[in-house]
């Protein structure tokens, strides 16, 4: 019970208490008067006529009684010769104050229960309520409990879809270099034809290496071997270490890698696999933009994250495959993306391991007609 | 131009709610203007006119002025109107006494002598009487008969010997007649008198108004010194100079109820203005974002102000001739039953019966226009400049800001908060607090208002109460039936009334007492005596007041004792004769007198001005039911200045539990005694309780009319603000009932934002208002206004106005919300801008 | 699994006759629990409408909405306020916040309303993640844009709602702030463990989204 309610009640108990009293000496004083009043009769009826003493104190003491109807009558009619009838019978002598004593009684003991009352229907109500919400919160809770139970089912249905898709995957460069193998066994072929088909078998292999990297490393972040550990670290050299993962590629291409100056900026983050996740970032940038262009980043302070902007002056990506680029195995449609290497797979990591974190990604269209990646990453 | 009014037209359409309500409010306040000014007005009206019927009009009379002067005072230049009248004889007979006399057409008409039938004699012996007469004498005739007359005619300032003259009936003269003098008046012809009377022995009474007297009189003090002095210059004894002080009287009004009036019209211009303001300036806000619009659009600021105006003045011009002709259609009526009420009750006072007769007759035939130019002209002029001070206000509002700023205009938050406090938990109840602290300024103006409204209330019911009309009449007259001397002093035609004469042959004797006395139900007869005189240092000319004592019997004694407000002086330093009790109206009127003067006075015995010097030894506040006289002495001082007989005031006193039959009949008893003098009048406590009661009535009747009309005004005020607020809140009360606030706790918290209204406003108006009524109690105690002396509070009023109040509240939340729920919940979200 | 939020046939028309506008126009919607959806799409396209009636804020012409399984508009009015204040979480465009409150009670008025007690750990941790623990006692028309946005998040999110549905809430607001609330939104709703479904204009906003539906002319084009 807080103060309040405790005040109220204190408040609403003493007025009771005060009616009660009030009525209660109302009640007495009128009594009293009462007495007082006979007394007085008596003492003037018997100033006007001593002798009579003892006959006036039986009538007023009640002893000697009148008792017909005609005596009350005779009474009456007496009594309004000089004025006095049944009005003024009520409004002197103690019976106002006996009314009014009693009507304070009467009103204090009623307020005094539907007090009561009221407030047992209060408790009531408060314990249905109480009752609804409690199986509302408990429905919550198996719903909740039922998603729990979903989601395992979920994860042991992408484990199973992920060893299809990767084998899937695979299939197509050991097929090739299968294919290879079987024409260089059955044929004879030139030393051109050889030197062609080793190149071939060579990208095969180097393929293989590329998507069995790619997929090691996202199925041990998909089923869980690899757990990210966050800790309050400098963005600056997580950003260091993903521009210099994606540096040699892009002298290759001579594509500069320009970063903006900025103040570091504490974030709660796990550095190896941030910095990989940018890494992807930077590498599709690299892999899209044409030669001799340039990379830009951007930090800047939020108020809760910090935002990183990767910006590069490629082609851009269209609007509608713009919120597909971060699906698992996505590769865009249009021709320069199709004819480089890729496992549409880099920007689905960045995405998750980005979002476990609690920061963000995603891209808009560049200045330039470029693509701009917004990254965030909370500081608490 | 066009698009203006356009848009003006179109402004009023749309918020066809909000100048629903301004239009009411118009045409109430319009209502009540009209209402107090012109009844106020035309009851000021018909009373003078009902004057001018009533009394004979002219402003003074000479007499004993010579035909040659008479002739020459017709043309005078300052006389209005003069008439003339020249009185030859009279014939007495055993109980009834003729006189003959002559009037000119002027003096006709300034006496208010009219005909019932026939003509006014014109020559030779026609004489023109009243029916009374005949019948009075046993004689039975028509116009165009004979009658004989007693005359004797006036010689030498004496009656000459009785003739018996005869004359033609040439017309019988209408009125009442003087039943208890038994006298009458005959007209004779220019003809009779030149027979009758020589030129030179002709002695004239002039009667006339004077030119440029307008029809309120303030003092009559500028009348008299003109009148004096046309007489001095025409040779007129100061003697024969009579100033109709009467007439005069009746056309005097009172400064002070003047100024009740003034203040009344104040009081309801500024409700009616309060109110049409704040209408407008609760629906500020939106009207500030019109114009943030308007401007945005690129209207120029003499177009806003066009558009603005136009709007304002559509329901201006629908409102208030709506309001006038209310009024006008009322006011006729509302007049006459006024006057009708009133005429119920008057009835100890044979003159105001009349006059309220005579007034009702002019209303009713018209005679009396009710309806003036210039209450029209003063309304429609409040009420145009009051709106206009509320629609100035917007207007300016927006011109001071950009347009984008006057669009998101959401109220004067001058941002001087920028935090608070606040609760760590919240509920329905802390939301509506901080709803009402938001914009206190409103809600008080809104309590204000109302409770302004409750305190009026409570003040009238304060004075209504105290206003009992048995304990005022109680305060005004003793006992039970009371039969006094008539008498009056300084009245040049009927001397007889003085009191010096009629002490020396009085009529309440003792024999009359005796037989006062032996009438059926009576229980106590008081006699209290009576003298009369000049201050003779401090007022000689008995301007302002007279000397005049009341003597009291023993019985009084108490009184005396304890009336005493300044000084003291016991029974018997008084009855040593050197000391006096003085009223404290005295002080009033005399400011330089004080405690231990001497007043010296020159008082009227039989046996000559007799000189007594008093000290002033107390200063005694006493109610008129005690003596309506200056200075209180016991009847045995008195008795020692002079052996007259100075009783004056009966007092009678019946049994206890008399019951009415005995009552009605000791007062019949009583009347018939008093019947035997003309020079003794009764009356009784019944009738200053039903003149009383009838007042107060009619003061209730008013006063609780008033305060409704107010008080609809005060509502309508109250349902603009609450409609307002809900209103501009919409999107607000929208989005919180997005997040969860069910319709039920919209409504509770609505009531409860109605509640802390109904609360404040109690308050105020019980509170204050209790106070209020008291502080009135007290000064209309001070100024003796209706005799109120003890203070009842109005209980049964106040509850009345706690109930009502509390369930207009509770109506107007349930009326406003219920219209509120009916829009639905996005549209309070979507269209909150 | 069961939909957290399902409509079926929902049918919404405004006005007759020439004026006739179909709102919402015989859509099927099912929104898992946990999902962040967002629904884009032009102006006039229905979209608020839409949301409105997920909300209980307005009642269809015909058609079902069901929370949790339960037809929600066979719900007397105030059964319907009770479970808005319980399940479900609004947050609008401009406008959230109760102007005479300060930000404290802002954020605690819905758990007032409903006559429980604030859980002052849970509610702290909120005003912490949105980083306004040091101006509770800010009154709303000293904050910024993003400021009050932030605000009506952690309203949203204080009384635990199943659901929080979010009408265009960065659309007055800067690219920057905009990235913010919306990064904010997600994160809290993700570690909550609430359904978000928000209206945005915005695809660049919509991308964060873990499925975007597109609404044209009352009727679902893209799920």
């Given at each position: ?8 009640i ?19 004083r009128?009594v ?12 003037a ?7 009579e ?13 009148e ?7 005779t009474?009456m009619?007496?009594?309004?010769k ?9 409004w002197?002598g ?7 004593g ?25 314990a ?29 249905q ?18 090739s270099?299968?294919?290879s193998?079987?024409?260089e ?27 069995l990297q790619?997929f090691?490393?996202?199925s041990?972040?998909e089923?869980g071997?690899?757990r990210?550990?966050?800790e ?38 796990d ?10 970032v ?6 899209y933009?044409?030669?001799g ?5 951007r930090?800047?302070?939020?108020v809760s994250?910090?935002?990183i902007?990767?910006?590069d ?19 865009g449609k ?13 920007l ?24 701009k ?8 | 131009?066009?698009t ?18 301004s ?7 319009t ?17 003078f ?18 035909e ?15 008439g003339?009248?020249?009185?030859l ?26 005909l019932?039938e026939?003509?006014?004699?014109k ?6 009487l009243?029916?009374?007469l005949?019948a ?14 007693p ?13 018996e003259?005869?004359?033609r ?10 039943e ?10 220019r ?9 030179k ?5 002039v ?5 440029d007297?307008?029809?309120?009189v ?7 010194e003109?009148v004096?002095?046309?007489g001095?210059?025409?040779g ?15 056309n005097?009004?009172d ?11 104040l ?6 203005v ?41 329901v201006?011009?629908?409102?208030l ?8 259609i009322?006011?006729?009526?509302v ?7 009133s005429?119920e ?5 044979a ?36 709106v206009y001070?509320?629609?100035?206000k ?38 509506t ?6 914009n206190?300024k409103?809600s ?7 409770g302004?409204?409750?305190?009026l ?30 008498s ?7 001397p007889?009334r003085?009191?010096?004469n ?6 309440l004797?003792g ?13 106590e007869v ?19 007041a ?19 407000i ?32 001497a007043v ?5 015995t ?7 010097t ?7 506040e ?12 016991p ?6 200045i ?13 049994e ?5 039959t ?16 003309v ?5 009784s ?6 003149t ?14 008033f ?5 609809a005004v005060?509502v309508?005020?109250?349902i ?45 108006a ?36 706690a ?14 919300s ?8 996005t ?7 | ?40 799409g ?11 009636m997920l ?12 929370v949790?399984?339960r ?18 979480g ?14 404290w ?10 006559g ?10 909120i005003v912490?993640?949105i980083?306004?623990?040091d ?12 400021q009050q ?7 949203a ?16 607001l ?5 990235i913010?609330?919306v990064?904010?939104?997600k ?15 915005d695809?660049?906003?919509?991308q964060?989204?873990?499925r ?8 679902v084009?893209?799920s």
């Amino acid at each position: 019970m807080d103060t309040g309610k405790r005040k109220r009640i204190a408040l609403a108990a003493g007025l009771f208490f005060l009616a009660l009293l009030v009525g209660l000496f109302l009640t007495g004083r009128a009594v009293w008067q009462e007495y007082e009043n006979t007394a007085r009769q008596m003492a003037a009826l018997t100033r006007q006529a001593p002798e009579e003493e003892a006959v006036f104190a039986g009538i007023l003491t009640g002893k000697i009684v009148e008792d017909n109807e005609a005596a009350a009558k005779t009474g009456m009619e007496l009594l309004e010769k000089y004025g006095y009838d049944l009005k003024d019978s009520f409004w002197g002598g103690a019976l106002p104050g006996m009314a009014g004593g009693m009507a304070l009684l009467l009103a204090a003991g009623l307020a005094a229960c539907a007090g009561l009352a009221w407030h047992s229907m209060r408790l009531k109500r408060e314990a249905r309520e109480r009752a609804d919400y409690l199986e509302e919160k408990l429905k919550e809770e198996t719903v909740r409990n039922q998603k729990m139970e979903a989601e395992l089912r979920r994860e042991e249905q992408e484990t199973k879809s992920l060893i299809t898709d990767i084998s899937h995957q695979l299939k197509t460069p050991v097929a090739s270099l299968k294919m290879s193998y079987e024409i260089e066994d059955s044929t004879e072929l030139s030393a051109e034809e050889t030197e062609e088909f080793r190149r071939k078998e060579r990208e095969d292999v180097e393929r293989l290496e590329h998507l069995l990297q790619a997929f090691t490393q996202m199925s041990k972040l998909e089923t869980g071997m690899i757990r990210l550990k966050p800790e309050k670290a400098g963005v600056k050299s997580t950003l260091a270490r993903a521009v210099a993962g994606a540096y040699a590629k892009a002298v290759d291409k001579n594509i500069s890698i320009e970063t903006e100056e900025f103040t570091d900026v504490a974030v709660v983050h796990d550095p190896g696999w941030t910095a990989e996740a940018i890494g992807n970032v930077l590498d599709n940038g690299v892999k899209y933009a044409p030669v001799g262009t340039c990379i830009t980043i951007r930090v800047s302070e939020l108020v809760s994250y910090v935002m990183i902007e990767v910006e590069d002056e490629g082609p851009g990506i269209p609007a509608e495959e713009q919120h597909r680029i971060f699906q698992r195995f996505y590769r865009g449609k249009a021709e320069a993306v199709r004819k480089e290497e890729g496992s549409g797979v880099g920007l689905y990591l960045t995405r998750r391991i980005l979002e476990e974190q609690g920061g963000t990604v995603c891209v808009k269209n560049g200045r330039t007609g470029g693509s701009k990646f917004v990254i965030t990453l909370p500081k608490e | 131009m066009k698009t203006v009014t356009k848009t003006a037209l179109a402004n009023a359409r749309q918020n066809r709610t909000r100048n629903m309500i301004s239009g009411a409010a118009i045409i109430l306040t319009t209502l009540l203007i009209f209402m107090v000014l012109t009844v106020g007005y035309a009851s000021v009206k018909v009373r003078f006119a009902a004057v001018n019927a009533y009394y004979p009009p002219y402003h003074a009379m000479f007499r004993q002025v010579s035909e040659e002067d008479a002739g020459k005072l017709k043309s005078h230049n300052d006389m209005e109107e003069v008439g003339l009248r020249s009185d030859l004889g009279e014939g007495v007979d055993d109980d009834s006494t003729i006189l003959f006399l002559w009037m000119d057409a002027q003096a006709l008409e300034l006496n208010k002598i009219e005909l019932a039938e026939g003509a006014f004699p014109k020559a030779g012996n026609e004489i023109a009487l009243p029916e009374g007469l005949l019948a009075e004498y046993g004689i039975t005739a028509g116009i165009g008969d004979t009658v004989t007359l007693p005359l004797q005619l006036y010689e030498d300032g004496g009656l000459g010997y009785q003739k018996e003259d005869t004359f033609r009936i040439s017309g019988f003269l209408k009125g009442e007649i003087d039943e208890e003098n038994k006298a009458y008046s005959v007209l004779v012809s220019r003809d009779c008198l030149e027979q009758s009377v020589l030129a030179k022995d002709r002695e004239y009474r002039v009667m006339f108004r004077l030119q440029d007297v307008g029809e309120n009189v303030a003092t009559t003090d500028a009348i008299e010194e003109r009148v004096r002095e046309i007489g001095a210059d025409f040779g007129v004894s100061e003697d024969n100079v009579v100033i109709n002080t009467d007439y005069l009287m009746a056309n005097y009004t009172d400064p002070a109820a003047l100024f009740a009036v003034v203040c009344i019209i104040l009081v309801v211009m500024a409700a009616g203005v309060l109110t049409i303001y704040s209408i407008h300036y609760v629906s500020m806000i939106p009207k500030v974002q019109e114009y943030g619009k308007l401007k945005a659009m690129g209207a120029t600021r003499r177009q806003i102000r066009q558009i603005v105006f136009r709007e304002g003045l559509l329901v201006t011009a629908l409102s208030l001739p709506l309001g006038l002709l209310l009024g006008s259609i009322l006011a006729g009526p509302v007049i006459r039953w006024i006057y009708r009420i009133s005429g119920e009750g008057v009835q100890t006072n044979a003159a105001a019966m009349e006059m309220n007769r005579i007034c009702m007759k002019l209303l009713e035939q018209r005679q009396v226009p009710v309806l003036y130019g210039w209450v029209y002209i003063l309304t429609i002029l409040t009420v145009l400049v009051t709106v206009y001070l509320s629609l100035v206000k917007p207007m300016r509002m927006a011109a001071k800001i950009s347009p984008v700023e006057a669009m998101r205009y959401q109220g004067e938050i001058r941002e001087k908060k920028k935090e608070r406090k606040g609760f760590a938990e919240m509920s329905l109840v802390k939301l509506t607090r901080s709803n009402l602290s938001r914009n206190k300024k409103r809600s008080v103006l809104t309590i204000v208002t109302l409770g302004a409204v409750g305190i009026l209330f409570m003040a009238v019911a304060t004075v209504l109460s105290c206003a009992d009309p048995e304990e005022i009449a109680k305060q005004e007259f003793e006992g039970d039936y009371e039969i006094a001397v008539d008498s009056w002093e300084g009245d040049k035609m009927n001397p007889d009334r003085a009191w010096v004469n009629l002490m020396q042959n009085n009529p309440l004797n003792g024999e009359l007492l005796e037989q006062i006395r032996a009438v059926d139900g009576v229980e106590e007869v008081k006699v209290k005596t009576y003298l009369t005189g000049t201050l003779a240092d401090l007022d000689p000319e008995r301007e302002i007041a007279s000397a005049s004592i009341q003597g009291l019997d023993e019985s009084y004694r108490e009184i005396v004792e304890n009336c005493q407000i300044e000084g003291a002086v016991t029974w018997e330093e008084l009855g040593e004769g050197e000391k006096i009790l003085v009223s404290e109206d005295m002080l009033r009127w005399f400011p330089e007198l004080k405690l231990g003067d001497a007043v010296r006075m020159e008082l009227e015995t039989p046996e000559g001005t007799v000189e007594r010097t008093f000290e002033i030894a107390a200063v005694g506040e006493y109610p008129s039911a005690v003596s309506g006289s200056n200075f209180l002495l016991p009847d045995s001082v008195l008795a020692k200045i002079t052996g007259a007989d100075l009783s004056d005031i009966c007092v009678i006193r019946l049994e206890e539990g008399i019951g009415q039959t005995g009552r009605q009949e000791a007062y019949t008893n009583l009347e018939n005694l008093a019947k035997t003098s003309v020079y003794l009048t009764t009356d009784s406590f019944e009738k200053h309780v039903e003149t009383w009661e009838t007042a107060v009535t009619v003061m209730t009747v008013l006063g609780y009319a008033f305060l409704l009309i107010l008080g609809a005004v005060g509502v309508m005020n109250l349902i603009n603000t609450m409609v307002n607020s809900i209103y501009t809140r919409r999107r607000e009360l929208g989005i919180i009932q997005a997040i969860g606030m069910s319709e039920k706790q919209l409504v509770r918290m609505l009531q409860l934002e109605g509640l802390f209204y109904t609360a404040g406003t109690l308050l105020v108006a019980l509170g204050i208002g209790s106070l209020a009524g008291y502080g009135i109690f007290l000064y209309a105690k001070a100024e003796n206004m209706m005799n109120i002396t003890v203070y009842h509070y109005p209980g049964i009023q106040a509850a009345v106005l706690a109930v009502a109040v509390a369930a207009l509240q509770m109506i107007l939340t349930c009326a406003v919300s219920r219209n509120f729920r009916r829009m639905s919940l996005t549209d309070r979200i979507r269209y909150g801008e | 699994m069961k939909a957290i939020l399902e409509t079926k046939d929902l049918v919404k028309y405004y006005g007759s006759g020439d004026n006739l506008v179909k709102a919402i126009d015989h859509t099927d919607i099912r929104v898992e629990p946990g999902e962040f959806v967002a629904v884009v799409g032009r102006s006039g396209s229905g979209k608020s409408t839409l949301l409105h009636m997920l909300g209980g804020l307005d009642r269809p012409d015909s058609g079902k909405v069901l929370v949790e399984g339960r037809d929600i508009f066979r719900l007397m009015d105030d059964r319907l306020a009770v479970f808005r204040r319980r399940k479900i979480g609004f947050i609008f465009q401009s406008y959230n916040l109760v102007p005479s409150l300060n930000v404290w009670e802002n954020i605690v008025l819905p758990i007032g309303l409903d006559g429980r007690k604030v859980d002052r750990e849970y509610v702290m941790d909120i005003v912490r993640k949105i980083g306004m623990s040091d101006r509770l006692h800010a009154l709303p028309g000293t904050l910024s844009g993003g400021q009050q946005q932030r605000v009506a998040i952690a309203r949203a999110l204080a009384s635990r709602p199943a659901i929080i549905l979010a009408d265009e809430p960065t659309g007055n607001l800067d690219s920057r702030t905009e990235i913010e609330v919306v990064s904010l939104l997600k994160h809290c709703v993700t570690e909550y463990g609430q359904t978000l479904v928000m209206i945005t204009h915005d695809e660049t906003i919509a991308q964060m989204a873990d499925r975007m539906i597109v609404i044209e002319d009352g009727k679902v084009v893209r799920s």
